[in-house]
C-alpha cells in the first residue's frame, strides 16, 4: 500500500500542488481543506505523516496540533506562509517533525516527506522505561508515574536521553549534541535552563522524588535506584 499523507491546507491551487508532488512520488494523499476535517481524517490509523498550514480559516494550525497528537503518533510538517522565526520556533518546539515556508518547492517537500517516512521506519521501539519513566517515542511523550507530562521538543529530547541509560552522566555538551538541531549555536546555560524545566515538571507529579541528579563539573543523570 501506498503511504497515506493527511494535507491539511485551505487554499486549493497549493492543495493541488502537494496532492500531485505527493502522487508522482508514490503516496496517497488525503486533502482537508479544514481543522475539524482533518480531526475526522485523523481517526484513520493508516495516515503515515501530516502535512499541516498554520493558517487554517476555522482553527489555529497550532492548536490543531495539539489536538490531533492524542489521535495519531504520525510525525506532522507545518506548513504556513509565515517567515517570522518566532512561529517556526513556536511549532517545532511544539514537536513538529519540520517546518516548510511558502512559497515552496515541491520536489523539497516530498523530499522531507521521504526523509522523515524514512527515519520513521527505522526509528527505536515504540515504548521505552526507565524505572516509572515510560517514552512513547511514536507518540513523542513521557510518562512518569502513570501521568502524562506536557514537555516542549527539547524538554522531550534531554528527558528521553538520560532515561536512555539511567545512572549514566551526560554533560552540557553531549546534551546539546545530542538533543538540539544546532547545537553549535547553543549555550551550556540551554541544557541548564531546560533541565530546570523538567525537574519541575517531575516534581509536580512525585514532590519528594530527586528523579535528575547534578554532577558538579560533569553534567547531569536520571536516577537509577528507584
Same mark, same amino acid.
Given at each position: 500500500?501506498?503511504?497515506?499523507?493527511?494535507?491539511?491546507?485551505?487554499?486549493?491551487?497549493?492543495?493541488?500542488?502537494?496532492?500531485?508532488?505527493?502522487?508522482?512520488?508514490?503516496?496517497?494523499?488525503?486533502?482537508?481543506?479544514?481543522?475539524?476535517? @482533518?480531526?475526522?481524517?485523523?481517526?484513520?490509523?493508516?495516515?503515515?505523516?501530516?502535512?499541516?498550514?498554520?493558517?487554517?480559516?476555522?482553527?489555529?494550525?497550532?492548536?490543531?496540533? %495539539?489536538?490531533?497528537?492524542?489521535?495519531?503518533?504520525?510525525?506532522?510538517?507545518?506548513?504556513?506562509?509565515?517567515?517570522?522565526?518566532?512561529?517556526?520556533?513556536?511549532?517545532?518546539?511544539?514537536?513538529?517533525?519540520?517546518?516548510? #515556508? %511558502?512559497?515552496?518547492?515541491?520536489?523539497?517537500?516530498?523530499?522531507?516527506?521521504?526523509?522523515?517516512?524514512?527515519?520513521?521506519? !527505522? /526509528? @527505536?521501539?515504540?515504548?521505552?522505561?526507565?524505572?516509572?519513566?515510560?517514552?512513547?517515542?511514536?507518540?513523542?511523550?513521557?510518562?512518569?508515574? /502513570?501521568?502524562?507530562?506536557?514537555?516542549?521538543?527539547?524538554?522531550?529530547?534531554?528527558?528521553?536521553?538520560?532515561?536512555? !541509560?539511567? /545512572?549514566?552522566?551526560? #554533560?552540557?555538551?553531549?546534551?546539546?549534541?545530542?538533543?538540539?538541531?544546532?547545537?553549535?549555536?547553543?549555550?551550556?546555560?540551554?541544557?541548564?535552563?531546560?533541565?530546570?524545566?523538567?525537574?519541575?515538571?517531575? %516534581?509536580?507529579? %512525585?514532590?519528594?522524588?530527586?528523579?535528575? !541528579?547534578?554532577?558538579?563539573?560533569?553534567?547531569? #543523570?536520571?536516577?537509577?535506584?528507584?
Amino acid at each position: 500500500m501506498r503511504p497515506r499523507i493527511l494535507v491539511v491546507e485551505d487554499e486549493p491551487a497549493i492543495a493541488d500542488t502537494i496532492h500531485y508532488a505527493l502522487s508522482t512520488e508514490g503516496y496517497d494523499p488525503v486533502w482537508c481543506a479544514t481543522g475539524q476535517a @482533518a480531526l475526522d481524517a485523523a481517526r484513520d490509523d493508516g495516515i503515515a505523516l501530516v502535512i499541516l498550514d498554520v493558517g487554517l480559516p476555522d482553527i489555529n494550525g497550532f492548536e490543531l496540533f %495539539k489536538r490531533l497528537a492524542p489521535l495519531m503518533s504520525a510525525p506532522v510538517i507545518f506548513l504556513t506562509a509565515r517567515t517570522d522565526e518566532v512561529d517556526r520556533i513556536v511549532g517545532l518546539e511544539l514537536g513538529a517533525d519540520d517546518y516548510v #515556508s %511558502k512559497p515552496f518547492s515541491p520536489r523539497e517537500l516530498t523530499a522531507r516527506v521521504r526523509t522523515i517516512l524514512r527515519r520513521a521506519a !527505522r /526509528g @527505536a521501539p515504540a515504548t521505552e522505561q526507565a524505572g516509572p519513566l515510560v517514552v512513547d517515542d511514536e507518540r513523542r511523550s513521557i510518562r512518569y508515574f /502513570g501521568v502524562a507530562l506536557e514537555l516542549s521538543r527539547y524538554e522531550y529530547r534531554v528527558l528521553k536521553l538520560l532515561a536512555s !541509560r539511567p /545512572g549514566r552522566v551526560y #554533560s552540557r555538551d553531549e546534551i546539546l549534541q545530542q538533543a538540539w538541531d544546532d547545537p553549535d549555536s547553543s549555550f551550556d546555560r540551554t541544557v541548564d535552563a531546560h533541565i530546570k524545566l523538567i525537574r519541575a515538571k517531575l %516534581k509536580s507529579v %512525585k514532590p519528594d522524588i530527586e528523579a535528575i !541528579r547534578t554532577h558538579r563539573g560533569d553534567g547531569y #543523570s536520571l536516577r537509577e535506584d528507584w
